[in-house]
């Protein structure tokens, strides 16, 4: 079975950057495209961000031109990185493929706030 394991949250100030990776048990890369999503609290989990197999990329008008998606088959990583942060990107972030199909990792926590 697939883990997902998400990294690099924490507590940065508005107008800060992060980097989120994503680690994946096994070779679902090469098969299914993949996507960082988030969930504030009290929302419904969305999609920011997905990367295709072809390496295209697609992002939600909140993260448009502020975060950027990438991949690393050979590694098996996804990576979110997200510039220009405001407090409304506070959420959840968690990977998993787009339609997920793998059981929900635990998340990393990503929090903007002065």
């Known amino acids: 079975q697939v883990q997902l394991v998400e990294s690099g949250g924490g507590l940065v100030q508005p107008g800060g950057s992060l980097r989120l990776s994503c680690a994946a048990s096994?070779?679902?890369?090469?098969?299914?495209?993949m996507g960082w999503y988030r969930q504030a609290p009290g929302k419904q989990r969305e999609l920011v961000a997905e990367?295709?197999?072809?390496?295209?990329?697609n992002y939600a008008d909140s993260a448009k031109g502020r975060f950027t998606i990438s991949r690393d088959s050979a590694k098996n990583m996804v990576y979110l990185k997200m510039n220009g942060l405001k407090p409304e990107d506070t959420a959840v972030y968690y990977c998993?493929?787009?339609?997920?199909?793998?059981?929900w990792g635990q998340g990393t926590q990503v929090t903007v706030s002065s």
């Open positions: 998993n493929t787009n339609p997920p199909k793998r059981p």
């Open positions: 096994g070779s679902i890369f090469r098969i299914y495209a």
């Open positions: 990367i295709l197999n072809g390496g295209s990329t």
